[in-house]
């Protein structure tokens, strides 16, 4: 028979990781193995690294938070037993003046916080509240908080301050909220009754949502609604004044939070959230999947469920990506090793690396390089600047990530490397049939329509049954720009294909011909 060219782009569907369903029955624009990629604008290609930034820490950071105090720009970070801040590239501890905090180490606990009228309020879940005022030079035990009293969480909402899962003098009341009275702008407190919640002068309350079998977890603001997370529901904090100031009521019954920091917020009235056996988005009032059918048994059964506490979410918004950063299984010291990224604007998946990270903050973060080639740590062919272009854009958040095990602050999205070492993006694709699963093919020559710099190498296999395990060919160095082909001689009744690149450079792959011909139909 004559051959017969085989075309595979993102008309056919937008490039995807996709490794719930077949690879025998589902459509070709799907890959089904994909490591250190991006999917985005109808191309698969490398996705950028993480390069050091902000100075080496003075601990291991746990958990940043990113803090305007005057006109200083500041990071704020956390580690065992301390609090840190970073000025420029100096770091300075700035732990309360009564000594180190209950060490995080060995527990579940982890620093959370926000910023209320301008004072920073942080809790380990295991001492009393700190704040930092626009004039401190350090933190401070939250004034006129209840000294017998902890929480896990603490949120600004409003012109109060949330307490959620409580203990009380030892007591653990995990289905417990307090909120404080209303607090003024550039405060830490509205005096002596601010948490009591017996005084008539105070509109500070305490209520447990008695209701509710799984724990409180967090809290995130969606419009005008404080959106509760729990183990196993999902609830909502409003604001009606008067002599309640605060009412709760139910949203979702039977959807509730994987971790703790397993949830972000859109900034479009939407949260994305991880639940116990899902990936969901919701607005407040309808909920849905969004991982069905692409990667949710794939994530949930990479999960070491030893350290699935540490899982967690976070918004590259200037991507339009929510990645999902969890533990495989042996990753060093349980430290999130791994993301599976959703791409909402694309509805795409894809997965990455990551360097043992317990947190990843959202801000505006200065690598402090001068704007000049000479000032950079890579080369000109390497960088993914432009000429004249500023390593950080101050209206942006980024992605900071708390390199934990390596004790170092890495900027995600900033580099062909990770942290200077090179590494591995694959592409993989078995069980390409053309609508013939009972011929075999032979196939003679790939097309791969591939922009960028530097080569990739490309390997084409073959199957005769479904599952059976896919022979390969020898890799063929494809130089991009240079190569319009890749010649082989595979035969079988499924084509596999699998592009991968060790090299420090950038690639998009927009789509790839096959050129076969039917040579059996037995």
């Known amino acids: 028979m004559a051959k017969q060219i085989f075309d595979i782009s993102s008309k056919q569907g937008a490039f995807s990781l996709n490794k719930d369903l ?75 003046s009564s000594g180190a905090y209950t060490t995080l180490t060995g527990t579940s606990n982890n620093w959370c916080g926000g910023v209320l009228g301008g004072v920073l309020v942080l809790t380990n879940g295991l001492d009393v509240p700190q704040s930092l005022t626009q004039t401190g030079s350090l933190f401070t035990d939250l004034p006129d908080w209840p000294a017998t009293l902890k929480c896990k969480a603490i949120v600004p909402f409003k012109n109060h301050l949330i307490a959620l899962n409580l203990t009380d003098s030892g007591t653990a009341k995990p289905f417990t909220i307090r909120w404080s009275d209303a607090i003024p702008a550039g405060a830490a407190t509205n005096g002596s009754d601010t948490w009591n919640t017996g005084s008539a002068a105070s509109q500070s309350a305490e209520t ?25 529901s999902i609830y909502a904090l409003n604001f009606v004044g008067g002599a309640f100031t605060f009412q709760i009521r139910q949203k979702f019954k039977d959807t509730g939070l994987f971790a703790k920091e397993a949830v972000v917020d ?24 969004v991982i069905e059918d692409r990667v949710k048994d794939f994530l949930f059964g990479e999960i070491d469920s030893g350290a699935a506490d540490k899982t967690f979410l976070v918004h590259n918004k200037h991507k339009s990506e929510v990645w999902i950063c969890y533990s495989a299984t042996d990753a060093t010291n349980d430290f999130p090793d791994s993301a599976v990224i959703w791409n909402y604007n694309d509805n795409t998946w894809s997965t990455r690396d990551l360097p043992s990270v317990n947190y990843i903050a959202k801000g505006v973060v200065n690598p402090a390089l001068a704007n000049s080639w000479t000032a950079s740590t890579e080369t000109w062919e390497k960088s993914t600047l432009n000429w004249a272009q500023a390593p950080y854009n101050p209206v942006i958040d980024s992605l900071l990530m708390c390199g934990t095990n390596d004790t170092k602050f890495f900027l995600a999205d900033s580099s062909t490397t990770f942290d200077g070492t090179s590494f591995l993006t694959k592409l993989e694709r078995i069980g390409l049939h053309s609508g013939r699963t009972d011929a075999v093919k032979s196939v003679t020559r790939v097309f791969p329509r591939i922009e960028g710099t530097g080569s990739v190498n490309i390997s084409v296999g073959s ?14 160095a494809f130089e991009i720009g240079t190569d319009f082909k890749v010649d082989c001689r595979v035969k079988g009744r499924y084509i596999a294909i699998k592009i991968e690149s060790n090299a420090d450079t950038q690639f998009d792959l927009s789509g790839m011909a096959i050129e076969a011909e039917v040579v059996s139909e037995r």
């Open 463 to 476: 199957e005769l049954q479904p599952f059976q395990g896919v022979s390969y060919s020898d890799p063929v």
């Open 208 to 232: 447990s949502i008695s209701s509710a079998e799984g724990h409180i977890l967090n809290a995130l603001q969606m419009g005008n609604e404080l959106i509760i997370y729990l183990e196993d």
């Open 22 to 96: 077949s690879p025998y029955d589902m459509p070709p624009s799907f890959f089904s193995d994909a490591q250190n990629a991006r999917f985005v604008d109808g191309k698969a290609g490398k996705i950028l690294g993480h390069s050091q930034v902000l100075g080496t820490p003075t601990v291991a950071p746990l958990w940043a938070i990113d803090f305007l105090q005057g006109s200083n720009s500041l990071w704020i970070y956390g580690g065992a037993t301390s609090l840190h801040k970073i000025t420029g590239t100096t770091h300075a501890a700035v732990t309360r």
């Open 266 to 289: 859109l900034g479009n009235g939407s949260h994305v959230l991880m639940t116990t056996d899902d990936v969901v988005l919701h607005n407040g009032n309808s909920i849905k999947s």
